[in-house]
């Protein structure tokens, strides 16, 4: 008696195949898959859409938009008067492009990461110097990072002056505003990661001011919660790491899905000229004014994504243009010199040069916020033309004015004094970077042990020794010569070998003080020769 098979394995391709052929199958199938994926597009609809083809009657590029996942968050079409790059100027695009490449690039690091400040220091060294593209993908994160927070203040800007703030998209604004502090606040939790001079002392900056919330009981504990000791190490850097990868990344996500919903909801507001003063005819798009999302709006934007892209990796990898500094590992107890907290919270470093730390720091900050905040259910002019928003529009003006300014005295140009000999020794030597010194090449230093000076003849028999640390030494010389008070003075630099590969070099200043009474200014520097400071 034959045995009958337990089980037959049937595909139905097999049997398309024999009806209709290799070929036919083939596309018929590919078409289905894409359909499946695209919520609607075949092959050929895809196509059209890439060439900008018309679309066809009935349009099936309207059902990614009713059926699918991510394009239900995006109109199916837009009125012709926003397709120019006025007034829109594409930002609000360009900020959810930065923060989806910022979470891209966010991932891979993080596989090479640990918050830890045992081994965060050398988790970049090692993603600099031994992870394939390590260095390469550092930079294009640190320059997403500036990128994002330029875009989404620019959008905000843009929506101010533009008056689309307006009725009816008051909770737009709001939760636009609510990105606009998840992108800054990103930037700033991440700024501590690196874990070097940098990273330590701009966050302990940033984080100090929490201290000035009164009562003075409630500001300690604050500062306590948000560096998690008295001094950043375990706990702050792994709160900060935390808020930068989970929690701050999560409440970007979910109020960009709630911006983009009330964008669909309302429409893209129109041209401040385009109508009526108190109407809002954005949602009402007559059919012969309409520019559909495929392929008319989904082109353009690919376009600024491969553009920016493009543009980032240019930047990064040709001449030069950008890299995300490491500077020497964080030491708690060593501030450097002229340390400033990120670009875009030096205004408010500059608010707390002119006067309290409670007023400057807290009080002023959260006015500013709070009222851009609650700014369209303020200001309730119905027109958004500009003609008729010139007080408005003017005060927009001086607040970035004097943000501006005080950005300007934020930085260590503004109201900073130090002593000259400290400026002479931080130019060759800073705290926050690697500077001349440091990048001298190691091979150097057991040529040049012995006492040195800033005179011609000092200078002369270094560069006979080495170009390199002849230069060093000039450039000692010309430090020490912008300084009036300190002219006539002849600075000193003697080297030894301290250990085994370890160098000691004491720079000597002698000068005359603001008393009239001599001085010496000294300050010691150890380099190990394979410390590869310098990137040796």
């Known amino acids: 008696m034959a045995s009958r098979p337990i089980f037959k394995l049937h595909l139905p391709i097999v049997d398309d195949i024999k009806k209709k052929g290799l070929k036919t199958t083939l596309v018929e199938t590919t078409d289905d898959v894409v359909s499946r994926m695209t919520a609607g597009l ?56 930065f923060f989806v490449f910022e979470i891209i690039t966010g991932l891979l690091l993080m596989v090479f990461y640990t918050p830890s400040p045992l081994v965060a220091y050398e988790n970049m060294l090692n993603i600099m110097g031994n992870v394939p593209f390590g260095q390469f993908l550092r930079d294009l994160h640190k320059i997403g990072a500036e990128g994002m927070v330029v875009m989404v203040a620019l959008h905000m800007l843009r929506t101010f002056v533009t008056g689309s703030y307006k009725k009816p998209r008051q909770f737009t604004w709001f939760t636009g505003m609510v990105l606009l502090m998840v992108t800054l606040f990103l930037s700033f939790s991440g700024y501590l990661l690196p874990w070097d001079q940098l990273s330590l002392w701009a966050v302990t900056i940033g984080a100090s001011m929490v201290e000035a919330i009164p009562p003075q009981e409630v500001g300690a504990w604050v500062n306590l919660q948000v560096r998690g000791a008295p001094q950043f190490s375990e706990n702050g850097l792994l709160r900060f790491y935390l808020l930068h990868v989970f929690a701050l990344p999560l409440i970007g996500l979910i109020f960009t899905g709630v911006h983009y919903y009330k964008v669909i909801v309302h429409g893209h507001s129109l041209p401040p ?3 009526q003063i108190g109407e809002d005819t ?38 030069n243009l950008f890299h995300a500094p490491l500077e020497p590992h964080a030491n708690p107890l060593v501030t450097p010199l002229h340390t400033t907290a990120p670009w875009y919270f030096l205004w408010l470093q500059g608010m707390l040069k ?7 720091g807290l009080v002023m900050p959260g006015v500013i916020f709070g009222f851009l905040f609650i700014l369209p259910y303020f200001e309730l002019g119905p027109s958004r033309r500009y003609i008729d928003r ?37 130019a060759l030597a800073p705290q926050t970077h690697p500077g001349e010194l440091r990048a001298m090449n190691p091979e150097v230093y057991p040529l040049i042990v012995g006492e040195w000076d800033t005179t011609e003849e000092s200078i002369a028999k270094a560069e006979e020794i080495s170009p390199q640390f002849g230069e060093l030494l000039h450039l000692y010389a010309s430090e020490i010569e912008r300084y009036k008070s300190l002219d006539g003075v002849v600075g000193k630099l003697a080297v030894s070998e301290w250990q085994s590969e370890l160098y000691r070099f004491d720079f000597t200043i002698d000068f005359v003080g603001a008393d009239g009474n001599s001085a010496t200014y000294e300050q010691i520097v150890f380099l190990h020769e394979k410390g590869n400071y310098g990137g040796h």
């Open 390 to 426: 010139r007080v408005g529009l003017s005060v927009g003006a001086l607040v970035v004015a004097v943000l501006s300014i005080l950005t300007f005295m934020g930085t260590p140009f503004y109201g900073v004094e130090t002593s000259a000999p400290q400026e002479v020794v931080a």
């Open 354 to 360: 002119i006067g309290d730390k409670v007023l400057w």
């Open 273 to 275: 000229d385009a109508e």
């Open 282 to 319: 954005a949602r009402r798009v007559p059919v012969d004014k309409r520019s559909y999302f495929l392929p008319d709006v989904f082109t353009r934007e690919m376009f600024l994504v491969f553009f920016w892209t493009t543009l980032m990796v240019f930047a990064v990898s040709v001449g």
């Open 42 to 97: 075949t092959v050929g609809d895809i196509r059209g859409v890439l060439r900008g083809d018309p679309a066809p009657k009935p349009n099936p590029r309207v059902k990614p938009h009713a059926d699918g996942f991510w394009l239900h968050m995006r109109p199916t079409y837009f009125h012709n008067r926003v397709m120019s790059l006025y007034p829109t100027f594409r930002l609000g695009w360009l900020s959810v492009f």
